[in-house]
Nanobody, 120 residues
Framework: QVQLVESGGGLAQAGGSLTLSCATS????????MGWFRQAPGKEREFVTK????????NYADPVKGRFTISRDNAKNTVYLQMNSLKPEDTAVYYC?????????????WGKGTLVTVSS
């Protein structure tokens, strides 16, 4: 079973940038599609982005398109989320996820999350 550990969260100003990392262990990283979800205070958890095993496919939620970039390094067993032009509404706990099945299935594994706070 794969374990996911997020890092890189913190406080940023509106218009600023942060990069989240998700280190994985316990499985063959390249066997998993990877992604990020987030949950803002008082709101439901929502999909942010995902990337296929060999980085051939990427998908983004509309609110983050053009601002966020997902990438992965299969040699380092790590997936990244580069977040630019941050907005206060990006404030949320960000969760790294892994998909062991098909690309369009639901995630099978979740990290514990890292908090991102964007001040106006």
């Amino acid at each position: 079973q794969v374990q996911l550990v997020e890092s890189g969260g913190g406080l940023a100003q509106a218009g600023g940038s942060l990069t989240l990392s998700c280190a994985t262990s316990g499985g063959t990283f390249s066997n998993y599609h990877m992604g990020w979800f987030r949950q803002a205070p008082g709101k439901e958890r929502e999909f942010v982005t995902k990337i296929s095993r060999m980085s051939l496919s990427k998908n983004y939620a509309d609110p983050v398109k053009g601002r966020f970039t997902i990438s992965r390094d299969n040699a380092k067993n790590t997936v990244y989320l580069q977040m630019n032009s941050l907005k206060p509404e990006d404030t949320a706990v960000y969760y790294c996820v892994a998909y062991s099945g098909r690309y369009n299935d639901s995630p099978n594994y979740w990290g514990k999350g890292t908090l991102v706070t964007v001040s106006s």
